[in-house]
């Protein structure tokens, strides 16, 4: 079997086993996307067996004899030497050595991104904390107790009233 033909059965059968179906399957709300994802389903996984029994298996050697006594050995010889001067030519990989370095930073960046979003998610989460809980305090809360929190508001506050500034 060729090479490129054992990999791609290779990359598929990983494949099979990392996507997440329960997960997906979970996801769909319509009888019909589920009907439709469960033959999307079974059609991977026809595929995927196929990959691996009929690709995945070196091809049975060519019985010449078998022939010769049928067709007759001039013949079969031409056949046999046209076959034999057959050369498949081996895949050479010129894309990925390009694309591996802008993958990897892009990869780089997207962990950077990811980590930048996970501060900037819990700094959200926190905020929100507050609120809610000075949404529970509003209604007794001092303005003495107000302005612990906020001092900034508290220092504009009494720079309006000093400057005789009443908001209108």
């Not at 589920?34 to 389903?41: E, I």
């Not at 196929?50 to 013949?75: A, D, H």
């Amino acid at each position: 079997m060729s090479g490129s033909v054992k990999k791609i059965a290779d990359v598929t059968f990983k494949a099979g086993r990392t996507i997440d179906w329960e997960g997906i399957a979970k996801l769909l709300v319509t009888d019909e996307a589920r009907k439709g994802f469960s033959n999307l389903r079974r059609t991977f996984d026809d595929v995927n067996s196929q990959l691996q029994t009929k690709f995945s298996q070196e091809p049975e050697p060519i019985n010449w004899e078998y022939y010769r006594k049928g067709i007759g050995s001039r013949l079969v010889d031409m056949y046999k030497e046209a076959y034999a001067s057959i050369e498949i030519p081996k895949f050479v990989d010129t894309v990925t050595p390009q694309y591996k370095p802008k993958f990897d930073a892009l990869l780089v960046e997207l962990k950077e991104a990811e980590q930048k979003s996970l501060k900037e998610s819990e700094r959200l989460e926190k905020e929100v904390a507050d609120v809610q809980e000075l949404k529970k305090k509003l209604s007794t809360m001092t303005a003495e107790e107000y302005f612990e929190k906020h001092p900034e508001l508290e220092k504009k506050f009494d720079d309006e009233i000093r400057n005789d500034y009443w908001g209108y």
